[in-house]
């Protein structure tokens, strides 16, 4: 019967060929003693065209990870811990290919070196999409800081977890410490707000307050301020449908609430005026009835 030791030799290049990382094991000097089919699919190399290669003189990467890559094959021939590293490597039609490289030291059975396992992974498509997500990233941050809008987002506690820029300059702070990890309704609002924001914030957690739903409600700025602003809600939830976060949108209506005041004080000036004419008015036809009463004429 085979035994496990002769199973793992006759299927140790099965297991190479059918892994989709590139797997190299590289001599002292940085030849090449063995290299899975892999490379053919990724770089255009038959493993006979590489294997008893130095990679110094095989055109596989730029000089400088070149330079980097005999750096680390030498320490860890050195005995030196290597941690995973990122290398470039460029293949037959000049396409690059951004990689980790993991890798160990064989032994013999007697515990000598006899080369250097290297496990070559492709994340190209990682770091593709890694830089797209940055960019839409700072995209989203750019759109959300330079909005005109307050942005500010709330945890199911009501501790803040996130103001915009306008959100900080409204009220008057310059740095996201001074808002982030504070109870927003209880540093924020003042008096009956405390009470009335905390309504609609319990209102939207239990999907009580629609996104087409407002709400006027004035925030305390640092300087003691009280600034109205109208509120927008929507709601981040989890897999599981429970909401974890609030997301408030809001609008600086100062100059709104002013007119709407100056247009109530000049609606119950009018109203008042209308009573005194009206209840003139009404007292000139009863004087005239009564002199029409008593037979007289005006």
């Given at each position: 019967?085979?035994?496990?030791?002769?199973?793992?030799?006759?299927?140790?290049?099965?297991?190479?060929?059918?892994?989709?990382?590139?797997?190299?094991?590289?001599?002292?000097?940085?030849?090449?003693?063995?290299?899975?089919?892999?490379?053919?699919?990724?770089?255009?190399?038959?493993?006979?065209?590489?294997?008893?290669?130095?990679?110094?003189?095989?055109?596989?990467?730029?000089?400088?990870?070149?330079?980097?890559?005999?750096?680390?094959?030498?320490?860890?021939?050195?005995?030196?811990?290597?941690?995973?590293?990122?290398?470039?490597?460029?293949?037959?039609?000049?396409?690059?290919?951004?990689?980790?490289?993991?890798?160990?030291?064989?032994?013999?059975?007697?515990?000598r070196?006899?080369?250097d396992?290297?496990?070559?992974?492709?994340?190209?498509?990682?770091?593709?999409?890694?830089?797209?997500?940055?960019?839409?990233?700072?995209?989203?941050?750019?759109?959300?800081?330079?909005?005109?809008?307050?942005?500010?987002?709330?945890?199911?506690?009501?501790?803040?977890?996130?103001?915009?820029?306008?959100?900080?300059?409204?009220?008057?702070?310059?740095?996201?410490?001074?808002?982030?990890?504070?109870?927003?309704?209880?540093?924020?609002?003042?008096?009956?707000?405390?009470?009335?924001?905390?309504?609609?914030?319990?209102?939207?957690?239990?999907?009580k307050?629609?996104?087409?739903?407002?709400?006027?409600?004035?925030?305390?700025?640092?300087?003691?301020?009280?600034?109205?602003?109208?509120?927008?809600?929507?709601?981040?939830?989890?897999?599981?449908g429970?909401?974890?976060?609030?997301?408030?949108?809001?609008?600086d209506?100062?100059?709104?609430?002013k007119?709407?005041?100056?247009?109530k004080?000049?609606?119950?000036?009018l109203?008042?005026?209308?009573?005194?004419?009206?209840?003139r008015?009404?007292?000139?036809?009863?004087?005239?009835?009564?002199?029409?009463?008593?037979?007289?004429?005006?």
């Open positions: 019967m085979t035994d496990t030791k002769k199973l793992l030799e006759l299927s140790a290049p099965i297991i190479a060929n059918l892994s989709n990382d590139v797997i190299a094991i590289f001599g002292r000097t940085g030849n090449f003693l063995y290299i899975n089919d892999r490379v053919e699919k990724w770089l255009g190399y038959l493993p006979s065209e590489l294997i008893g290669k130095n990679i110094a003189f095989v055109k596989l990467m730029p000089p400088e990870f070149l330079k980097k890559a005999l750096k680390n094959l030498l320490l860890r021939f050195l005995g030196r811990n290597v941690p995973p590293y990122n290398l470039e490597f460029t293949s037959k039609k000049g396409e690059t290919f951004t990689t980790t490289i993991n890798a160990q030291l064989v032994r013999d059975e007697e515990g070196v006899v080369g396992l290297v496990l070559i992974t492709d994340i190209s498509q990682t770091e593709y999409y890694q830089k797209a997500l940055n960019l839409e990233r700072q995209k989203t941050d750019a759109y959300i800081n330079n909005s005109s809008m307050i942005m500010v987002v709330l945890d199911a506690d009501g501790i803040a977890t996130f103001i915009n820029q306008t959100g900080l300059k409204t009220l008057g702070f310059s740095s996201l410490d001074e808002v982030v990890g504070k109870a927003w309704f209880e540093n924020f609002h003042q008096g009956e707000a405390i009470e009335n924001s905390r309504r609609v914030f319990q209102a939207a957690l239990a999907d307050f629609g996104p087409n739903q407002s709400v006027v409600a004035p925030i305390l700025c640092s300087d003691g301020r009280v600034v109205p602003i109208e509120w927008h809600v929507s709601v981040i939830k989890d897999e599981e429970k909401t974890i976060n609030v997301i408030g949108s809001g609008v209506v100062t100059q709104r609430v007119t709407e005041e100056v247009l004080t000049q609606t119950e000036e109203q008042r005026m209308n009573s005194l004419m009206l209840g008015e009404t007292k000139m036809l009863e004087l005239k009835q009564k002199i029409k009463d008593l037979g007289g004429t005006i």
